[in-house]
């Protein structure tokens, strides 16, 4: 996965747990705008998330954070 992709991932979910705490669920979407400007990018995050990972739609922030953190 991209770095960029990674440190977007991280910001996100540093965000999302601030604003709602821990146990705030997002799916890969949240990483991206209501517009589709990248598919490559899209479809790395959308491959890492479901075909590698096998996580389900809504994952916990701090768990996806924890993963990128952690190189998974």
Do not use: Q
């Amino acid at each position: 996965m991209r770095a960029a992709l990674r440190s977007k991932i991280i910001e996100v979910c540093n965000k999302k747990m601030a604003s709602r705490g821990n146990g705030v669920g997002l799916s890969f979407y949240a990483f991206f705008a209501n517009k589709n400007d990248d598919p490559e990018l899209l479809m790395e995050a959308a491959t890492w998330w479901i075909k590698t990972h096998r996580l389900d739609h809504f994952e916990k922030a701090h768990r996806i954070k924890e993963m990128i953190e952690n190189g998974l």
